[in-house]
Each structure stands twice: as structure tokens, then as C-alpha cells.
């Protein structure tokens, strides 16, 4: 997307649509997670499903650019560590 809209300005209005409700189901994610595992920790959801959705950008981004070494599922791989660390993890 981010290699889209550099080349297509007419679009971005478009785009960021799309991107606000990634944005809001991100958000809902997060928020149920956080209930579903009895936390109401002071985490913004909606700061966090930005962080999220720049992470998957970065990672996306680091594949095209050297796809030796970024690893297909880095992404799943970050959300998952991350999960543990932060104790949301279900498992």
C-alpha cells in the first residue's frame, strides 16, 4: 500500500479509508483479547493496532527489499513474541 500510494496521490483518500478500518479491527482485536484474558491494563487499543498494522508495513517492506533474509513469517513471528512478552498470549 505504501508503494501504492507514493505513485498514486489521487488515491490516498481512498486508502486511508481502507486503512482506518484495518485500524478498527486491529483495535477490536486488541480490546477483546484484553477482556477475553481478564486484563484492563492502560493499553490503547487503537495505538496499538497502528503499531501492529507499521509493523506488518516494516515487515512487508524488508521482503521485498531483502527477502534472504526476512523470513516469510516474521511478522507472525513478532505478533507472537510480542503477545508473550507483553502476557497476552492465550497459550
Same mark, same amino acid.
Given at each position: 500500500?505504501?508503494? #501504492?500510494?507514493? %505513485?498514486?496521490?489521487?488515491?490516498?483518500?481512498?486508502?486511508?479509508?481502507?486503512?482506518?478500518?484495518?485500524?478498527?479491527?486491529?483495535?477490536?482485536? @486488541?480490546?477483546?483479547?484484553?477482556?477475553?484474558?481478564? %486484563?484492563?491494563?492502560?493499553?490503547?487499543?487503537?495505538?496499538?493496532?497502528?503499531? @501492529?498494522?507499521?509493523?506488518?508495513?516494516? #515487515?512487508?517492506?524488508?521482503?521485498?527489499?531483502?527477502?534472504?533474509?526476512?523470513?516469510?513469517?516474521? #511478522?507472525?513471528?513478532?505478533?507472537?513474541?510480542?503477545?508473550?512478552?507483553?502476557?497476552?498470549?492465550?497459550?
Amino acid at each position: 500500500m505504501i508503494l #501504492f500510494v507514493a %505513485r498514486a496521490e489521487k488515491r490516498r483518500p481512498e486508502l486511508a479509508k481502507r486503512l482506518r478500518a484495518r485500524r478498527k479491527l486491529v483495535a477490536d482485536i @486488541v480490546e477483546a483479547t484484553l477482556k477475553s484474558n481478564g %486484563r484492563n491494563d492502560n493499553l490503547n487499543p487503537p495505538w496499538m493496532a497502528s503499531v @501492529v498494522l507499521a509493523l506488518e508495513d516494516g #515487515f512487508r517492506l524488508h521482503r521485498l527489499i531483502d527477502p534472504e533474509t526476512t523470513p516469510a513469517d516474521s #511478522f507472525l513471528r513478532a505478533i507472537t513474541d510480542l503477545r508473550r512478552r507483553t502476557g497476552l498470549a492465550s497459550d
